[in-house]
């Protein structure tokens, strides 16, 4: 989508730190951290949101792909957290499906 931060970060169009990348995923360091370690992993297709998702393969890959970056991280024993927040009341901003791999310190719960 012409429009799409992500999708131009997958183009090359704006820089991004790149983690990872395969044909099908994109993982980058968050402009904005959150946690000492702070990756999004998104599709290179566009998908807006959860909510647009109905490719079960893309779904799953997003998943174990955002699961290697975290092992790849260091973050796999002590622990990490994998967040797809789903519209502007969960704190969406960007309308490109992507998954926040967090780590690195404590995760309190509930989340705010
Ligand atoms: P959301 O709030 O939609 O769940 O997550 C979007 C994330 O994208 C935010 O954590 C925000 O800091 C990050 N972000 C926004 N613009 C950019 C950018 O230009 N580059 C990178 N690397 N991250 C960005
Ligand atoms: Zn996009």
């Known amino acids: 989508m012409s429009d799409c931060l992500f999708c131009k970060i997958v183009a090359g169009e704006i820089p991004c730190t790149k983690v990872k990348e395969d044909d099908d995923y994109l993982a980058f360091r968050d402009i904005s951290p959150q946690a000492p370690t702070h990756v999004l992993a998104i599709p290179k297709q566009h998908v807006p949101s959860l909510n647009e998702a109905d490719d079960d ?34 704190g969406q901003t960007v309308f490109h499906i992507h998954a ?8 309190g719960w509930p989340p705010g």
């Open 57 to 90: 393969a893309m779904l799953g890959g997003l998943v174990l792909f955002a699961r290697d970056v975290a092992v790849e991280e260091g973050l796999a024993e002590d622990g990490y957290r994998v967040v797809l927040n789903t519209m502007a009341g969960a």
């Open 100 to 107: 926040h791999v967090l780590g690195g310190r404590a995760m």
